[in-house]
């Protein structure tokens, strides 16, 4: 029956789009739909805006993977994006395509500007069809975000569905938080998730006051790879620590595989919050730090002197 269709127009692929803001929990998201048996025929596009990705070692066991890293698909890695694309249009053509696509965005990414991309494609038009974009929200980071980063604004208007992470470490019912989602997007669904987990939101109560956001502007938010080689781990936290209190609010995101006497050790933090750390078997040795109006420079030179090594030359 398939084949008999295809003679006349062939399955379109369906995509999805899952964005969301820096540390918003993208990647802990996704690895429990798969746990639970979602997008198993699924090619998996993982974009991360630093030159070394993290989150491609979190999703090692599927089975078609594609990884970006080192630019924004919506942007200025947008050509790498179409030609994967097209590589998986060209092999759903001879029949060695996936069902699906799922491409999770770096947390810097417009799914506006992917969708366009999309659309002005004569080739993925007739082949792949827009499923859904999904944007994760950080419920306890929200309220700032927000209001800080248009970026964040623009995710959120182009949302079908958004899914609240974290809400397990919010006070709820977050009416006030899900009224202003609703303004910045009236059409999209809300519902809550923790660890990837999807947990009921309760009745919302129109009559609650909504959150509102002032317009912010910003400087460049940019990622950066430190190289950790000869960096001990009591250097490395206490001078985690300090970064993320004392500028936390332009050091938006690290995420780095760094060894430590415990092991290798996933390490992460979203503006001033670190996360617990997670046992990884993965090598350690990078971290990326994601700032606004940061230099790679200044912080190496920083690090490497709490480290008690000679600046590089
Ligand atoms: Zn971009």
């Known amino acids: 029956m398939t084949l008999w269709r295809g003679l006349w ?182 519902t809550g998730a923790v660890q990837g987990v999807a947990v009921d939101l309760p009745l919302l109560d129109p009559k609650a006051q909504p959150l509102r956001w002032a317009q912010a502007s910003g400087e460049p938010i940019i990622a950066h790879t430190l190289d950790l080689t000869g960096v001990d781990w009591p250097s490395l936290s206490v001078w985690l620590s300090a970064l993320v209190h004392q500028h936390g609010e332009n050091i938006l995101r690290i995420k780095g595989i760094v060894d430590t006497p415990a092991g290798s050790l996933l390490l992460q933090s979203v503006g001033r919050t670190i996360q617990p750390p997670e046992q990884r078997s993965d090598p350690p040795g990078r971290l990326v730090v994601i700032g606004r109006g940061t230099s790679l420079g200044a912080l190496t030179d920083s690090l490497r002197l709490w480290a008690g090594l000679a600046a590089p030359d």
Request: proline letters at 4%; one cysteine or more; glycine letters at 6%.
């Open 9 to 190: 127009v062939a399955d379109l692929m369906r995509l999805t789009i899952l964005a969301g803001f820096l540390g918003a929990g993208k990647t802990t998201w996704l690895r429990h739909q798969r746990h639970i048996g979602a997008f198993a025929d699924c090619h998996i596009i993982v974009n991360e805006a630093a030159d070394q990705a993290v989150d491609d070692l979190l999703l090692q066991d599927a089975a078609r993977l594609s990884l970006i890293a080192g630019g924004c698909v919506c942007c200025d890695a947008r050509d790498r994006l179409k030609r994967v694309l097209h590589q998986i249009c060209d092999a759903q053509s001879t029949g060695q395509g996936p069902s699906e696509i799922l491409l999770e965005t770096s947390g810097l990414a417009e799914p506006a500007a992917i969708v366009a991309m999309l659309a002005a494609d004569p080739i993925l038009q007739r082949h792949i069809r827009l499923q859904e974009v999904i944007v994760l929200v950080d419920a306890r980071e929200a309220p700032a975000q927000i209001g800080r980063e248009p970026l964040c604004r623009a995710q959120i208007g182009a949302a079908d569905r958004i899914i609240l992470t974290k809400i397990d470490q919010t006070p709820q019912p977050l009416h006030a938080l899900r009224l202003g989602l609703a303004a910045l997007a009236p059409a999209a669904e809300v």
